[in-house]
């Protein structure tokens, strides 16, 4: 801080800068620690609400890729603090979308809310810190031409030892199972102890995640496609929603609007622009039995568990959304007769240098 003398009389008159150099005199502005206690650190994490946290130094060479992104959302970044927040497993997996939606959207805002707990906390002990959102809102600015999250999440989750991505390139907690959403906090200082990676992927290889998706999206090998997931899934996201909105303004009329677009999908769509929007699939992660708390009943007896938990999700009668003439259409019509396809346009392409990005 500049010395009290070198202020301009104004500036130093002035009753805030005042109030603050008095402090300054008493000593009540003490220094924070320079590197953060570690356990200090956790507790903080799991009375704000995270069920496993651990931090993870922005110099760790798995983060390579975020150190930009990092510095560029908080300057001075040093560490990066990983919250895991777990999922009720039989609301994810319900066939019934207001269900499973309900619950990724409280988990959500219970993440968000625990990640902006913990910057607070950080600042008022009197360092920088910030938290990006959970999922959305993200950076549309930015749409279509780079990556529209601020930080990635999983990776910063696996370099911090929280999990290990699956087949469904989900993180799968080695207890929780798939069934959690992540979040990070930034802050400008070292921590007295880093996470260590796991040795081991609590991904079992049970391929239930391949099964389980209506569009193809993953490949038995680990392959990802991204736009068919993007193109089902988030039908009522971004490009989504941009179809739908070109579909009205190529209309001719309102019953040739209804012929193309079903009264039950605009009300849909309504839902989710009033609501929080709501996903059409995420089976990947709905039937995923890794994780020991969620382990038992797979291996108990796997045919009662297909039957449950895949099944039901399997035999859903719903429109699946496909880019005309893709892999995901000639696999949705071949694997699942019975749900309608319906092509569509706007997918979201994968910007091309993020694509393998990890
Ligand atoms: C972009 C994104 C998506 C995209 C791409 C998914 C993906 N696998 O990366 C889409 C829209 C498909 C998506 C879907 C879902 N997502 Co999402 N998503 C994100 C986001 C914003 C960034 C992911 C990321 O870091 N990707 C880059 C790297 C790290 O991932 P990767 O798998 O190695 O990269 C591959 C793809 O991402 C793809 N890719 C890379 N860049 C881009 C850019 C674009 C534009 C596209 C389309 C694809 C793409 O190519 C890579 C190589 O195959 C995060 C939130 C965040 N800020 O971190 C949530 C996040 C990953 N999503 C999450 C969830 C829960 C879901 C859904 C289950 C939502 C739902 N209810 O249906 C589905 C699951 C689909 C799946 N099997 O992955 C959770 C995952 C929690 C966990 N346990 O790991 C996160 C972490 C949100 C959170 N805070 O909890 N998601
Ligand atoms: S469903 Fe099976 S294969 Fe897919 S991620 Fe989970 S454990 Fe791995």
Avoid at 32 to 48: E, G, N, S
Avoid at 269 to 274: A, E, I, N, R, Y
Wanted: net charge neutral.
């Amino acid at each position: 801080m500049t010395s009290e003398s070198k202020l301009p009389a104004k500036l130093a008159a002035h009753p805030s800068v005042q109030a603050v150099l008095a402090r300054r005199r008493a000593g009540h502005v003490a220094s924070p620690p320079a590197v953060i206690d570690a356990a200090w650190l956790r507790q903080l994490c799991l009375a704000a609400g995270a069920d496993d946290a651990a931090a993870v130094s922005l110099d760790h060479p798995h983060l390579a890729d975020e150190r930009e992104h990092a510095l560029a959302a908080l300057p001075g970044t040093r560490s990066l603090i990983a919250m895991v927040f777990r999922m009720n497993r039989d609301n994810c997996r319900s066939p019934a979308r207001s269900v499973a939606n309900q619950e990724y959207h409280q988990t959500d805002e219970q993440a968000n809310h625990a990640a902006r707990g913990v910057t607070q906390a950080l600042q008022d002990a009197g360092y920088r810190a910030l938290n990006p959102s959970v999922g959305f809102p993200q950076e549309m600015d930015r749409f279509g031409k780079e990556r529209i999250w601020v930080v990635a999440h999983k990776t910063v989750a696996v370099a911090a030892g929280l999990g290990v991505m699956g087949l469904h390139r989900n993180v799968i907690h080695p207890k929780f199972g798939s069934f959690v959403l992540l979040a990070t906090v930034l802050v400008d200082a070292q921590v007295s102890q880093y996470g260590q990676a796991l040795d081991y992927n609590p991904c079992i290889d049970c391929k239930l995640c391949v099964a389980a998706c209506p569009v193809g999206a993953i490949g038995k090998d680990g392959e990802f496609d991204a736009l068919a997931c993007t193109t089902h899934n988030y039908r009522e996201f971004m490009s989504g929603f941009t179809d739908w909105a070109q579909t009205v303004a190529d209309s001719q009329d309102a019953g040739d609007f209804r012929s193309r677009v079903t009264d039950s999908e605009s009300a849909s769509m309504w839902q989710s622009l009033t609501h929080p929007p709501g996903y059409k699939s995420g089976y990947c992660l709905a039937v995923c039995p890794g994780g020991e708390d969620v382990l038992g009943p797979y291996l108990e007896n796997r045919k009662t568990f297909m039957d449950t938990v895949l099944r039901p999700l399997q035999d859903k009668t719903e429109t699946l959304y496909v880019l005309p003439g893709s892999r995901a259409q000639e696999y949705a019509q071949r694997r699942f007769p019975h749900k309608p396809v319906k092509e569509v346009t706007g997918g979201w392409q994968p910007p091309t240098k993020h694509r393998g990005a990890s």
